[in-house]
């Protein structure tokens, strides 16, 4: 039985920029239901003691920077995503604890399928940081076999070469700026928002296929110029955004991210006008 049914929230820390008020809003209007959704600015240091002044109001989260792991380390339950990349973005709250969910992974895939990659065999992905870890699954839910990856600093990426026996694929790391890539069906862009690889983009944008890139603030990012130099197809991060928190929806209003909302297509076009628009 859930013990809430009218209010949720962004939390993490900084907030002030997060577009999910306004993506919510939109989804519930169009769904008619009347509930609350604010942002909080909370650290991983203050996240225990705000979980435990919730109410019997609160319905659920949705969890960003800093506080993925945290969350995933308090969950009573955490879905298949989050288990696989120890992050969480997302809690549904209940009698029994938080469910987590790590929607970024699904959102990521539906981005990708989104803007034509469909069951790429080959994808490489940039950086090695949390996001990182949920590109890679993403890469694999869509449909890829073989993922190289590539790091600033190789040896922060041993854990996403550990994913590759628990996913069934093989998953290869070399540093950033190494000599001649390989050719992929596509890229997916996982640095801090800004990072600038110099020489390494142009080489690689060149055998990279169409960029992909979670960064959707300050665009163009250097890497998206460099595959525009390049004549590739290079997409920022709103759409990862939009349909993450369209699996948010599905779980707050139907408990399961792979439950499809009624009337979802009007949901999704509401979302989508909200974001477009901000």
Same mark, same amino acid.
């Given at each position: 039985?859930?013990?809430?049914?009218?209010?949720?929230?962004?939390?993490?820390?900084?907030?002030?920029?997060?577009?999910?008020?306004?993506?919510?809003?939109?989804?519930?209007?169009?769904?008619?239901?009347?509930?609350?959704?604010?942002?909080?600015?909370?650290?991983?240091?203050?996240?225990?003691?705000?979980?435990?002044?919730? *109410?019997?109001?609160?319905?659920?989260?949705?969890?960003?920077?800093?506080?993925?792991?945290?969350?995933?380390?308090?969950?009573?339950?955490?879905? *298949?995503?989050?288990?696989?990349?120890?992050?969480?973005?997302?809690?549904?709250?209940?009698?029994?604890?938080?469910?987590?969910?790590?929607?970024?992974?699904?959102?990521?895939?539906?981005?990708?399928?989104?803007?034509?990659?469909?069951?790429?065999?080959?994808?490489?992905?940039?950086?090695?940081?949390?996001?990182?870890?949920?590109?890679?699954?993403?890469?694999?839910?869509?449909?890829?076999?073989?993922?190289?990856?590539?790091?600033?600093?190789?040896?922060?990426?041993?854990?996403?070469?550990?994913?590759?026996?628990?996913?069934?694929?093989?998953?290869?790391?070399?540093?950033?700026?190494?000599?001649?890539?390989?050719?992929?069906?596509?890229?997916?862009?996982?640095?801090?928002?800004?990072?600038?690889?110099?020489?390494?983009?142009?080489?690689?944008?060149?055998?990279?296929?169409?960029?992909?890139?979670?960064?959707?603030?300050?665009?163009?990012?250097?890497?998206?110029?460099?595959?525009?130099?390049?004549?590739?197809?290079?997409? *920022?991060?709103?759409?990862?955004?939009?349909?993450?928190?369209?699996?948010?929806?599905?779980?707050?209003?139907?408990?399961?991210?792979?439950?499809?909302?009624?009337?979802?297509?009007?949901?999704?076009?509401?979302?989508?006008?909200?974001?477009?628009? *901000?």
């Amino acid at each position: 039985m859930l013990i809430g049914s009218t209010r949720l929230a962004v939390w993490g820390d900084p907030i002030a920029h997060s577009r999910s008020p306004q993506l919510h809003a939109a989804a519930y209007g169009v769904l008619g239901l009347d509930w609350e959704y604010d942002r909080r600015r909370v650290d991983d240091t203050r996240f225990a003691a705000e979980i435990r002044g919730l *109410d019997a109001a609160w319905r659920g989260l949705s969890l960003t920077m800093p506080l993925k792991h945290v969350a995933a380390a308090r969950a009573a339950t955490v879905d *298949d995503d989050a288990r696989l990349t120890g992050a969480v973005n997302t809690y549904l709250l209940t009698e029994g604890g938080p469910h987590g969910f790590n929607t970024d992974v699904g959102g990521l895939a539906r981005a990708l399928d989104e803007v034509g990659v469909h069951r790429p065999a080959r994808v490489r992905v940039l950086g090695a940081g949390a996001t990182a870890t949920s590109a890679v699954v993403s890469a694999v839910r869509a449909g890829a076999g073989e993922i190289e990856v590539r790091a600033r600093r190789p040896e922060a990426a041993a854990a996403l070469t550990a994913l590759g026996p628990a996913l069934g694929v093989d998953v290869r790391v070399a540093p950033l700026d190494a000599p001649h890539p390989v050719t992929v069906d596509a890229t997916i862009a996982a640095l801090p928002g800004g990072t600038d690889p110099g020489a390494t983009a142009g080489m690689l944008a060149s055998a990279s296929g169409p960029l992909v890139d979670v960064v959707y603030g300050a665009w163009p990012t250097p890497l998206a110029v460099a595959w525009a130099d390049a004549g590739v197809a290079a997409h *920022d991060g709103l759409r990862m955004l939009l349909h993450q928190a369209l699996l948010q929806v599905r779980v707050f209003v139907n408990e399961e991210p792979s439950a499809p909302l009624a009337r979802e297509a009007e949901v999704l076009a509401a979302m989508r006008a909200a974001l477009m628009g *901000d």
